[in-house]
């Protein structure tokens, strides 16, 4: 079980309060990521959820029982830390084992356990060397490891990947994702990147400045965001977004549309612009669009066959049942 | 950034070694502070009273007074000049290319590890001796009258041990200052076309400035204080009197409490001033 | 600074190095070696090198005249007691500015370094009679306490300077692992900082057995260690070149064997973390 419950949490360090009452339910089981941008609180969040900070004011609630004052070691919660906290002065044995020793757990038990996450975590051949003699995505997986053998009620990870290198992430990535889908214990995980809590999550949690923007699944975040705060933070490359007359002939004040819902034209369409820079990842290709007189830049995804260049004219067309609309206070509009 | 439970848990830690220094420090200060405005004499009747001022006064219009605060300032002063000006030069010459710069450094350093009361005896003896010391032999080969070390140049003397034992003090930290120097700094302004002196006094001293600060600021708060060498040597005589010295004697050699108490009292005011711009350099380097 | 450079200018700089490292050192060398002579090469002029009878005979007498073995024991009773008694009172104190830190951690911490710097001389008397009070005069165990409060500033600083190093996240990990206090310090802090306390320990046994102000003061015959020891022979056995070296160079042997070790974490232990 691993039902975690916010009930009007706040938390202030000295004069400044950095989450204003926020309620928010993680059901068992659940996949769950806070996304936002540094300093959105997002960390703080987690680490009141593992008792490494107090909260000010309001209940945290662990399978129905109040544990907001329950010490972190209490609460049945693994977590995973951003630098992995790893023991440098114990062998990869003794890291994964030390949350058991701590437990008191029987020898034969713990040299069980121990076992059976190195194996699954492909750790078997490294138990016995220390931290400093492992790679970045080898610690990486230890410090998965010392969480999973406590078999917690749920999983704590605060930025884990942030520290690997992009192709290495990619892999982690999957691999937390394999492990949920086996352990089907309930995870919170922690990032700034919005392609990590796309891939990832069951649900996403939007943080900012301590509010959450809003909670959903990837898709009803990206079909359905909110806010212009939500509708640009979602989804890469970024929304464009066009005000004034344009909106104005969609009923809005802000219009919101995603590059990828765009097709060019040599020819013809609706918007006229010149292309800038022109990326070409292969698959796709990412024209930035200037001279639209809608925007500063408008950013278009298009096939990667798709051949522009530098200075050429280029017409745009918006596909008109993807567009979102927000009013003045930069709501989306149903 | 941490839970109530940890902070109260760090209260209670921190407490055992608040308390036994609030103790060690709050405890001696007051009683020193009452007995300096009290007549006490502990073998000449006691605790005679109340007498206010009496032994502020006094002990500022001794005659012993003023020399003592001559003494003291010739020594520090002495003292912090030989340091840092050799501290300097061998800081350099040590950070230089050259072999076994290990243990060169390891010689430079070793006085610093010799108990003050063993250099002030060999210095005392096996050196400044008048009749059977190295430095009688050495002036007896020049042809030269032999020094009374010790009586007619006390303060001098005084000096040269003290200092030998810190001049490995401000070596070390000098060096290790030196050593955190950017090489590029230097180079490009050689690029510039500065030639070594000013590449010294433009670069180099400015660096080492803050070290230089800090060393001149521990050496005084120890060399204010220090005692074994004087105990040791002239005992305060031949003018190498110095306040702490005299403190000593008033309290423990005339047995006047009242007094020395006093005296303290002026030693421990001096010693803030100095500890007071001491702590702005170390708490500043807190904050960064 | 590191440049290639000649050898001829890096021949000179061996030479004028090595000239003024052998100067410095020579005050503790001639000691050494006049140790080992007789007291008339002892005091012969010309003074004798290397040449001279080699003999064991000055540590015998000071030995036996003395009782060196006791002086030994005490300093090394009052040295490692009051550094293991520091360090006790010091890794949690440590502990809890370096990973609590509150508002009032610098003012705690410069507060403590300022008790340091009390002159002893001004609270002599007071010490004195507390000591007579409790019965602690010439006692090894009143000095190990009060050389454990003069220390005590350092020893907190160089732990909450190498403590500093570790980083939060570790702590927190095996708090979250469901380790108490007791057990956070003692499996994960302390093997961690291993190096740090080794050199605060060593660097405080340096500054207690070096002490010479209360060990001469608050000592008479039973607690006294070397430095009292050897402050006994300022007259006139300070006449006996010969017997004064042997009682110093035993006297300081063992430091400066310890000093070596330690010079490394000497700058950070002697200026507050100021220079590093």
Redo the contacts between chains.
């Keep these: 079980m691993g039902r975690i419950t916010l009930d009007k949490v706040t938390k202030s360090f000295g004069e400044t309060q950095v989450i204003p009452p926020l309620d928010l339910t993680i059901d068992d089981g659940e996949f769950t990521v806070f996304v936002g941008p540094s300093g959105c609180g997002k960390s703080t969040l987690l680490r009141l959820i593992a008792g490494l900070e107090d909260t000010t004011s309001g209940e945290i609630r662990i399978d129905g029982t109040d544990a907001t004052n329950v010490p972190p070691a209490k609460r049945g919660l693994a977590m995973v830390f951003q630098s992995y906290a790893l023991y440098p002065h114990m062998s990869v044995r003794k890291n994964i084992a030390f949350p058991l020793r701590m437990a008191k757990m029987d020898q034969a038990e713990i040299e069980r356990r121990v076992e059976g996450a190195a194996s699954v975590l492909n750790l078997s051949d490294y138990i016995e060397r220390k931290p400093g003699q492992l790679s970045g995505g080898q610690r990486q997986r230890v410090a998965i490891g010392r969480a999973i053998v406590r078999e917690p009620s749920a999983f704590l990870f605060d930025e884990p990947l942030s520290n690997l290198d992009a192709a290495l992430r990619v892999g982690m990535r999957l691999e937390i994702s394999e492990l949920h889908k086996r352990l089907e214990t309930t995870m919170i995980y922690v990032t700034h990147d919005q392609v990590e809590a796309m891939t990832m999550a069951d649900k996403i949690v939007v943080l900012r400045a301590g509010h959450i923007e809003q909670v959903g699944s990837p898709l009803e975040l990206y079909r359905a965001p909110r806010n212009l705060f939500v509708a640009g933070f979602i989804g890469s490359p970024k929304m464009n977004f066009v005000s004034g007359e344009e909106a104005g002939k969609h009923n809005a004040h802000t219009i919101g549309v995603r590059p990828e819902h765009i097709t060019v034209s040599e020819s013809e369409g609706r918007w006229r612009g010149v292309v800038g820079v022109a990326e070409h990842l292969g698959s796709d290709t990412f024209f930035h669009i200037h001279q639209t007189g809608l925007a500063e830049t408008i950013t278009v995804r298009a096939d990667g066959e798709v051949g522009f260049n530098h200075g050429d004219t280029i017409y745009l067309t918006p596909r008109d049942e993807v567009i979102h609309r927000f009013d003045q206070d930069g709501l989306r509009i149903a | 950034?941490?839970?109530?439970?940890?902070?109260s848990?760090?209260?209670l830690?921190?407490a055992?070694?608040?308390i036994?220094?609030l103790g060690?420090?709050l405890?001696?200060?007051t009683?020193?502070l009452l007995?300096s405005f009290k007549q006490y004499l502990p073998l000449r009747g006691g605790d005679l009273g109340w007498v206010g001022f009496d032994n502020y006064v006094r002990f500022v219009s001794s005659s012993a007074f003023w020399p003592s605060v001559v003494a003291t300032l010739t020594i520090v002063g002495g003292v912090l000049l030989i340091t840092i000006v050799l501290g300097v030069l061998?800081a350099l010459?040590?950070?230089?290319?050259?072999?076994?710069?290990g243990?060169?450094?390891?010689?430079?350093?070793?006085?610093?590890?010799?108990?003050?009361?063993?250099?002030a005896?060999?210095?005392?003896?096996?050196?400044m001796?008048p009749v059977?010391g190295?430095f009688a032999?050495l002036w007896?080969?020049f042809g030269a009258e032999p020094v009374q070390w010790l009586s007619q140049a006390s303060l001098e003397s005084i000096i040269l041990i003290v200092s030998?034992q810190w001049?490995?003090?401000a070596t070390?930290?000098l060096l290790?200052?030196?050593?955190?120097?950017d090489?590029e700094q230097?180079e490009a302004a050689e690029m510039d076309g500065a030639p070594k002196v000013k590449r010294f006094w433009f670069i180099i001293l400015p660096h080492l400035s803050?070290?230089i600060t800090?060393v001149v600021l521990?050496q005084t708060?120890f060399l204010?204080?220090i005692?074994?060498e004087i105990?040791?040597?002239t005992q305060g005589s031949f003018g190498s009197r110095t306040l702490?010295y005299l403190?000593?004697q008033r309290?423990?050699e005339s047995q006047n409490?009242g007094l020395?108490?006093a005296g303290?009292?002026y030693?421990?005011i001096?010693?803030?001033i100095?500890?007071i711009f001491?702590?702005r350099?170390?708490?500043k380097?807190?904050?960064n | 600074m590191a440049r290639s450079v000649t050898s001829r200018r890096k021949a000179l700089n061996t030479l004028v190095a090595w000239t003024i490292g052998l100067l410095i050192f020579f005050p503790i060398l001639w000691t050494i070696l006049t140790s080992f002579k007789t007291e008339a090469q002892a005091i012969s002029d010309p003074p004798v090198f290397l040449f001279f009878d080699w003999t064991l005979e000055n540590y015998a007498v000071v030995q036996e005249r003395s009782n060196y073995m006791r002086f030994l024991w005490n300093s090394v009773i009052i040295a490692g007691g009051s550094t293991i008694l520091g360090i006790i009172i010091a890794i949690p104190a440590a502990w809890s500015m370096a990973f609590v830190p509150s508002r009032r951690t610098k003012d705690i911490l410069l507060w403590m370094l300022s008790t340091k710097m009390l002159p002893a001389v001004g609270v002599l008397y007071p010490i004195y009679l507390i000591f007579i009070q409790f019965g602690l005069l010439d006692n090894r165990f009143g000095l190990v306490v009060v050389l454990m409060l003069i220390n005590l500033p350092i020893i907190v600083w160089m732990l909450y300077t190498y403590f500093k190093e570790i980083p939060g996240e570790i702590l927190e990990a095996a708090r979250m692992d469901g380790a108490s206090l007791k057990e956070e310090i003692l499996y994960v802090l302390t093997p961690m900082a291993i190096p740090g306390i080794a050199s605060t320990i060593l660097l405080n046994f340096i500054l207690a057995w070096n002490e010479a102000f209360w060990t001469l003061n608050l000592t008479a015959v039973n607690a006294a260690p070397l430095t009292a020891f050897i402050a006994s022979y300022s007259s006139p056995e300070g006449l006996f070149f010969a017997k004064l070296s042997a009682a110093s160079t035993m006297a300081i042997a063992p430091i400066l064997i310890l000093g070596w070790f330690s010079q490394k974490q000497l700058v950070r232990g002697l200026t507050f973390g100021a220079v590093k």
């Design positions: 950034m941490a839970t109530q439970h940890s902070r848990a760090a209260r830690m921190m055992p070694a608040v036994l220094l060690w420090m405890v001696p200060l009683m020193t007995f061998l010459l040590l950070d230089q290319p050259m072999w076994g710069q243990i060169v450094r390891i010689l430079v350093i070793a006085p610093f590890f010799v108990m003050p009361t063993v250099s005896l060999v210095w005392k003896n096996m050196f001796d059977n190295l032999h007896k080969f030998w001049l490995p003090f070390l930290i290790t200052a030196v050593q955190s120097l090489s230097l803050r070290a800090v521990i708060i204010l204080s005692f074994a105990f040791v040597t702490t403190i000593y309290v423990l409490v020395g108490s303290g009292v030693a421990i001096l010693a803030n100095v500890a001491l702590m350099i170390v708490g380097n807190l904050d």
